[in-house]
């Protein structure tokens, strides 16, 4: 694995990850075009795709229903994807280190029976409710990273055996009744029913995400100029990336005033997103985690903690497991014992694929998640305006994900035949 993958502001997929080098930028063959060029010619097709793939999704859903890009279908859509969006942004940790983790919907399920168990039924007050489900999460993943990483039995059989064995605890913690309904006016129902109003807050969020973004892209082009040895962002390159995000961001803010207004899940959300991101690309950690999907061998001889950052990760996908539950019962205002079948599962891992996370591990970034649980989602929400079959629905999700994952290996192939990988 090359140092490109291992840095986290070069992962693939990252939005600075490739560029051309500073002194250079006035020249023709280090345009922003040759950049894509080469890019594409080295197997890094980042996140590209699945914008692209998005936006044809969008289009084609637009002209069969108009209502499509509504505002309300876009609000909605915007707070559909939150739950299981974060659940796949915690599957994006364990793939980058080439495991896998199959216990994600088990998880969810748990931490919402444990909520609303100790809230509804004994009493427990929201806060230590909430604390006592994120707590199950972490400890489930300390168990199940420990018997990967220290006692090395595969993460496919742990994990399966996880999805089993927490789906038997949750139905005994429901013990028949199928269901518990939460308060109504509870902060863990408000998570996904309030919205801000005020239309400043959505274009304050639009500002404050362009401005940011400009800031920290701009001060690691100076940085990696300071050093010389490493590839930097253009400055042509960056304002049109911040221009791209802008047009965006404001577009998504006007049309979520048009609607109720910016929703609290989506805000979460996205901190969550900017949050974890930062600790891939910018922490000594999120290298570490970059190191060991590469190789773990060299990441061990580097002096790597492997078994602890292995633990870590799995410690992760079932906390974000775990507060994706919460978010999901909060949709539907109560915890079910049978939330964690049908698609959950491969909604999540098909979420961080199909968004650019790689399955070979060493490649991806949390923001695969997001651009993954929204093509999923407009799917859905597309065929749910046509009245088309779940059935369909499916069989167009899995010809998506085996196309990601086509589109992946051949992409790690060419990085390969590149001396990239």
């Not at 983790?101 to 809230?119: I, K, Q, R």
């Not at 028949?176 to 959505?202: C, E, R």
């Not at 923001?367 to 079959?389: C, E, H, N």
């Amino acid at each position: 694995m090359t140092s490109t993958e291992q840095s986290p502001a070069d992962s693939s997929g990252s939005a600075g990850s490739t560029g051309s080098p500073g002194k250079e930028t006035g020249h023709r063959q280090n345009s922003l075009l040759e950049v894509v060029r080469r890019r594409l010619r080295a197997g890094e097709l980042g996140s590209a795709s699945v914008i692209v793939a998005l936006a044809v999704i969008w289009a084609v859903f637009e002209s069969l229903d108009t209502s499509f890009l509504s505002p309300r279908n876009l609000s909605n859509l915007s707070v559909d994807i939150v739950g299981t969006g974060l659940i796949a942004v915690g599957v994006v940790f364990v793939l980058l280190v080439g495991e896998i983790d199959l216990s994600v919907a088990s998880v969810s399920a748990l931490a919402a029976a444990l909520f609303a168990a100790g809230n509804v039924q004994y009493g427990i007050p929201e806060v230590p409710a909430v604390l006592l489900a994120l707590a199950a999460g972490a400890a489930v993943g300390a168990i199940q990273g420990f018997l990967v990483a220290r006692v090395g039995v595969p993460s496919f059989v742990v994990t399966l055996a996880g999805l089993l064995g927490w789906n038997g605890l949750t139905l005994y913690i429901f013990g028949g009744q199928g269901s518990i309904i939460l308060d109504d006016g509870g902060l863990v129902v408000t998570l996904t029913h309030y919205y801000f109003h005020d239309v400043a807050v959505a274009y304050g969020l639009a500002a404050l995400g362009t401005a940011a973004y400009f800031l920290l892209s701009y001060r690691n082009a100076q940085r990696r100029r300071a050093i010389g040895a490493l590839p930097a962002q253009g400055s042509r390159e960056i304002v049109l990336r911040t221009l791209a995000l802008a047009a965006v961001s404001f577009a998504a803010a006007w049309t979520l005033n048009q609607f109720l207004g910016l929703p609290l899940a989506l805000l979460i959300f996205l901190t969550f997103l900017v949050c974890l991101d930062l600790l891939l690309r910018r922490t000594t950690y999120g290298r570490r985690i970059f190191a060991l999907g590469g190789s773990v061998e060299p990441a061990r001889r580097a002096g790597i903690a492997v078994v602890s950052v292995r633990v870590s990760v799995f410690m992760i996908s079932s906390t974000m497991a775990a507060i994706g539950g919460l978010f999901l019962a909060s949709r539907i205002t109560s915890a079910s014992e049978t939330a964690s079948s049908g698609n959950l599962l491969m909604q999540a891992i098909a979420a961080a694929v199909i968004g650019g996370t790689s399955l070979f591990g060493g490649r991806g970034r949390t923001w695969s998640a997001l651009l993954g649980i929204l093509v999923i989602q407009s799917i859905a929400s597309g065929m749910a305006l046509l009245g088309i079959p779940v059935a369909v629905q499916l069989m167009i999700t899995g010809v998506v994900l085996l196309a990601a994952v086509i589109i992946d290996t051949l992409a790690r192939r060419t990085m390969h035949a590149h001396g990239l990988a």
